[in-house]
């Protein structure tokens, strides 16, 4: 018979019977095992499911907050290493008879970081290129190695008072975030792109009074800054300092909530990259602001 060759006409249930119709209570017992056998196999493909590891970003191809950390924690671990090649470069040529340090590793790095970080924001778009922020990493590493033993040069145990303070504020700005007290909004991030566009003008006139000579020579504090310049007998450069380390842990709020952002919308793993990338290019920001503020507060005291 053609029933005779599918196994499920071979279950015990059926065999018991002879040909012809099979009994209602024969039916009830076929049915009843079936769906047990059903059950213990979803059942048992369910634990599994449970019981296996979450995909991650590389199985499901999609940005994570996991992922997000390795890959900064990878830019900023090529940015320490230029930053000790800085840094040695740097202090290379100090000697007894030429106590200068050289700045070639300040502007090399300077100006290499500012045109990848101008072609990796443009061209992020349409494509993220990882090639590109790791050079930009690298450039960065060698502005912060050198910039940070010319201050060290001047000022001894500045670096070490920058690097403390700067990881204060980025741990106090992401635990704040984390536990959803600090978020950005449309309103506070009107106020500070504004504050940034004010920011750029006052370094450009700083630079061009520079330029013409406006400073008297040994003054106007770290970056040619008006640190000397006071109000109600607090250093013009404290105060804009202060506000500006503000500024760059709103911008941390910022990077944190894009990065959150992706992750929401289930951006492509690749866009982990211009989250590290973000952060990056704030923390750099931040330490530089703080290394400036430190150095203002010793050349006044």
């Given amino acids: 018979m053609a029933s005779s060759s599918n196994p499920a006409f071979r279950h015990p249930a059926f065999q018991e019977q002879r040909p012809g119709l099979t009994p209602p209570a024969a039916q009830t017992q076929f049915a009843a095992t079936t769906a047990q056998s059903v059950d213990v196999a979803a059942q048992a493909q369910l634990e599994g499911a449970f019981a296996a590891p979450a995909a991650g970003a590389v199985q499901t191809g999609r940005m994570t907050v996991e992922d997000t950390v390795v890959k900064t924690l990878a830019l900023f671990g090529i940015l320490l290493v230029t930053a000790v090649v800085g840094w040695i470069w740097t202090m290379s040529p100090v000697t007894a008879a030429n106590p200068v340090p050289t700045m070639m590793p300040w502007i090399i790095g300077a100006m290499g970081g500012f045109v990848l970080a101008m072609v990796v924001t443009f061209t992020s778009r349409k494509k993220v290129r990882p090639g ?22 001047i000022w001894p145990g500045i670096v070490m008072q920058a690097t403390l303070a700067t990881l204060s504020v980025v741990g106090v700005t992401l635990a704040l975030f984390a536990s959803g007290k ?40 770290p970056f040619g800054m008006l640190s000397n310049y006071s109000i109600a007998g607090i250093p013009l450069g404290v105060i804009i300092g202060v506000l500006v380390v503000i500024m760059a842990a709103y911008s941390l709020v910022l990077d944190f909530d894009s990065v959150q952002q992706g992750v929401r919308n289930g951006a492509p793993r690749e866009y982990g990259w211009l989250g590290a990338f973000g952060i990056m290019v704030t923390v750099v920001w931040l330490y530089i602001e703080i290394l400036r503020l430190i150095a203002i507060l010793r050349g006044n005291n």
């Fill in 132 to 153: 590109l922020i790791f050079g930009y990493a690298a450039f960065e590493g060698l502005f912060i190695g050198g910039i940070s033993a010319f201050f060290e040069f």
């Fill in 182 to 221: 600090v978020r950005a909004s449309a309103k506070a991030t009107k106020i500070f792109m504004i504050a940034m566009v004010g920011y750029l003008v006052f370094s450009l006139i700083n630079v061009v009074m520079m330029m013409f000579g406006a400073f008297p020579a040994g003054s106007g504090g």
